[in-house]
């Protein structure tokens, strides 16, 4: 059982807490551009040298600076992506699925959005699950491991290739109360619409707020959907 904040970095932080909704993203591998990752390597340098205004705390500075950058990584992602393999509706479908396969058995989906080069994702690991669980590996890594190794053995099959599919990191963030949680739906939910692909989100097939349209669900509640034949436990 995941009883403790736990925090990892490689080349991205990651935050792990107990009983945490989180907010992930994630890209496929080579959809930043040389030039924007140069550009958002120089935008973090400049924010690391700004100094913390006294009257806000170390930790709303810290997701201060992770919003702004994030916001930069996303524009990215939406109007210079250099992959977009996810436009082909096949494999934006095979996302979808892989996401909705363990909802309400592992966890809660409560918001996504798949994008031409990355997806956006909104979910809570179910506590029944989490207490069942052994090693040193947290339940937000086994989650996206399962649906990212899964997903992309799916994807690279469809495309008749091989290779890395997705961004060895994602992108994560756990989601600190429930004014914070409506945000984030409203931002990924949005997310197809800002990048101008469609006018109202729930257009936008491979999104919560469709699926929601179609189950009649009110705004933040659990989403479920079919799973696809093969996804390993």
């Not at 080579?30 to 935008?43: F, H």
């Not at 600076?65 to 096949?90: E, N, P």
């Not at 945000?183 to 469609?198: D, F, K, Q, S, T």
Request: hydrophobic share 35%; aromatic share 12%; glycine share 4%.
């Amino acid at each position: 059982m995941q009883d403790v904040e736990r925090f990892r970095r490689r080349d991205l932080p990651h935050w792990d807490m107990p009983g945490a909704t989180y907010f992930v993203t994630a890209c496929l591998a080579g959809s930043i551009p040389a030039q924007g990752l140069l550009d958002i390597q120089t935008y973090q340098a400049e924010q690391q040298k700004t100094q913390r205004p006294a009257e806000i705390s170390t930790e709303a500075w810290k997701t201060r600076t992770w919003k702004l950058t994030f916001a930069r990584i996303d524009q990215w992602l939406d109007h210079s992506s250099a992959v977009r393999y996810l436009q082909d509706q096949r494999l934006a479908r095979t996302v979808l699925s892989t996401l909705l396969h363990f909802a309400g058995e592992r966890y809660d989906v409560i918001g996504f959005a798949i994008m031409p080069s990355h997806f956006h994702w909104v979910f809570r690991p179910l506590e029944s699950w989490v207490t069942s669980l052994t090693g040193p590996r947290s339940p937000r890594e086994r989650i996206m491991q399962s649906i990212k190794s899964y997903s992309a053995r799916q994807c690279n099959d469809l495309l008749n290739r091989e290779g890395a599919f997705w961004q060895e990191e994602s992108y994560d963030h756990w989601v600190r109360d429930m004014d914070e949680l409506e945000r984030v739906i409203h931002y990924v939910e949005n997310n197809p619409v800002n990048a101008g692909l469609v006018e109202s989100p729930e257009r936008w097939e491979f999104s919560s707020a469709s699926l929601r349209n179609q189950q009649r669900l009110e705004f933040g509640m659990p989403l479920h959907g079919s799973r696809p034949p093969g996804l390993p436990r």
